[in-house]
């Protein structure tokens, strides 16, 4: 990064103060090094942090065409980021540029050290955020996507990859000139893209979220072997709320997320009315700030493995089978698994999903539609997020609610905005009817308040049509309501605790649900608000309610 050190650089890379270097010391190995000597490699799993005590360490970034300097560290620097909390494979090769001597921390004292001790807390972790940011900026990883702008295969890979904050490298089969090469190199046809490579090897043709996290380490910290004291079902608002507590006050908690930390909240192109956040914050922003503070109090997160079955125990041992087939066993669960945007029962849209419709208005799709027209559908909060930030770099956002307006439904500050945005257009008591298209979407058709139908040749729909609960899983262990939510607490009928054998002299508490020992918190459980702070909120609250049970 350049010679001259500027202040953002003193933020990324800083020196050690040798006050620091003193507390720092006892808690590592010392060791010396070669120049020329590769200390770790893009891919090596869990190689912690490495202080400089002498010489030059280099960090690299191998590339498919050529490698990349990503920094050179003097004496008092160190490196690392933020997946060296998590235990994930390092993202760079560092060699010895300079023959000298290194202290390096494994993953469990980084842990440590990052959780008890304040000073070197703030300056670790400031450094490790910066560095993932400049990798995502410079698309600095161990991940090259190799795709088309037309293909929802395509599209489906970057936002998971965005989504989960991976740096990787993007390759546009109809626009970048050394794509032939590549795909020859790696004898790869133009009709098999989507390809993802991985660390400069393995091809990994089309694939599914979970080979993409296998193949990079996302799910590395599952631990089937290990008995959790808590283990949370997604990664969303109430989810992390729940492992931040409960990590933090020293019990030893598994996430498992089916797709990205953030839930459905993380596809919010700006959250406005969270309360410390005045200039409003995206949605990825809040995902990626939980998921790093939860790794800084020790919780692990496993990403792209879904709960499948719950086993419920009438005590002790939940276990909770995972999509590959692990089983893994907690004295305690937090059901999390959130909701997703309902499906509109219309023919197409199962055709032009992720080629014209869309559930989540994020940079990425901000970027497909520029300077195009599009609908947004639905009168909650999201739609309206998803319309302010689209009428931002698109010609029209049309906004179809079948409503008489935006009272009802949305944030007063959300509806002035959009009526007074002369890019949006707000259809009230309107229906989407009709889409039509080849390869991908090209007309859209409504029917408006006085029953006569609109057509617009658009090629983007985004659907935010209100929510069903991620509880299809469940099997018939915990009791439902009629619209699928999870009931707790006092909403639990009393002859569902019998047939139940509900063990306890108690009743269940505030967030349990029938099964000893087995919580809902957010989107998922029934009678909850649906907004990121009440998901939050219960989330923490549920931890008190963790700790009772486990003393019980």
């Not at 190995?29 to 280099?58: C, N, W, Y």
């Amino acid at each position: 990064m350049a010679e001259a050190r500027t202040a953002r650089e003193e933020d990324l890379f800083p020196k050690l103060t040798a006050a620091q270097l003193a507390r720092l010391t006892p808690l590592g190995t010392r060791r010396p090094g070669k120049a020329g000597e590769i200390l770790f490699e893009q891919g090596d799993p869990a190689p912690g942090m490495h202080v400089v005590l002498s010489g030059e360490l280099e960090l690299i970034r191998p590339g498919l065409l050529h490698d990349d300097s990503v920094v050179v560290l003097a004496p008092g620097q160190f490196s690392g980021e933020v997946s060296s909390l998590a235990g994930r494979p390092s993202l760079v090769t560092g060699c010895m540029r300079e023959p000298g001597e290194l202290l390096r921390v494994d993953v469990e004292m980084l842990r440590r050290v990052v959780r008890d001790e304040v000073e070197l807390s703030d300056l670790f972790m400031r450094a490790f955020i910066l560095r993932r940011v400049e990798l995502l900026a410079r698309g600095f990883g161990d991940a090259t996507l190799i795709g088309s702008r037309h293909s929802a295969a395509t599209l489906r890979l970057q936002e998971f990859l965005t989504r989960n904050a991976q740096p990787f490298a993007y390759l546009d089969v109809e626009r970048d000139p050394d794509v032939r090469v590549l795909l020859e190199r790696f004898h790869v046809r133009v009709d098999e893209v989507p390809v993802v490579i991985c660390r400069g090897s393995r091809v990994l043709r089309n694939p599914s979220d979970e080979d993409i996290a296998s193949c990079l380490g996302f799910d590395a910290a599952t631990h089937v072997e290990r008995v959790r004291d808590v283990v949370v079902i997604g990664g969303g608002p109430g989810g992390m709320a729940a492992a931040v507590y409960a990590s933090s006050e020293g019990l030893d908690v598994l996430v498992v997320e089916a797709e990205a930390p953030g839930g459905q909240a993380g596809t919010s192109s700006r959250i406005e009315n969270y309360l410390g956040f005045p200039t409003g914050i995206s949605g990825q922003e809040l995902a990626g700030r939980a998921f790093t503070q939860a790794q800084k109090f020790g919780a692990d997160v496993s990403v792209a493995r879904r709960a499948v079955k719950i086993e419920c125990a009438s005590n002790g041992l939940h276990g909770l089978v995972l999509s590959n087939g692990a089983v893994v066993r907690a004295k305690s669960v937090v059901i999390a698994s959130g909701a997703r945007y309902r499906r509109l029962g219309l023919p197409g849209v199962d055709r032009f999903e992720g080629v014209g419709i869309h559930h989540g208005a994020t940079a990425l799709e901000a970027r497909l539609c520029e300077g195009e027209e599009v609908i947004v559908v639905g009168g909650a909060n999201s739609a309206g997020q998803a319309a302010v930030f689209l009428a931002e770099s698109c010609k029209r956002v049309h906004m179809l609610v079948r409503g008489s307006g935006l009272a009802s439904t949305m944030s007063r500050y959300l509806a002035r905005r959009i009526e007074e945005n002369p890019a949006i257009t707000l259809w009230t008591r309107a229906e989407l009817v009709g889409l039509e298209g080849d390869d991908r979407l090209k007309i859209a058709r409504w029917r408006k308040s006085d029953g006569s139908i609109e057509s617009r040749n658009l090629g983007h729909v985004f659907l935010m049509i209100g929510a069903e609960p991620n509880t299809e899983w469940l099997d018939g262990c915990l009791a439902l309501d009629e619209h699928g939510f999870v009931l707790t607490g006092v909403d639990i009928p009393p002859d569902v605790l019998v047939r139940g054998k509900w063990p306890m002299q108690r009743p269940p508490f505030l967030l349990e649900t029938q099964r000893h020992r087995i919580f809902a918190v957010g989107d998922v459980r029934a009678g909850s608000m649906k907004r990121v702070a009440a998901a939050v909120g219960e989330g923490s609250a549920c931890v008190q309610y963790v700790h009772r049970v486990l003393a019980e």
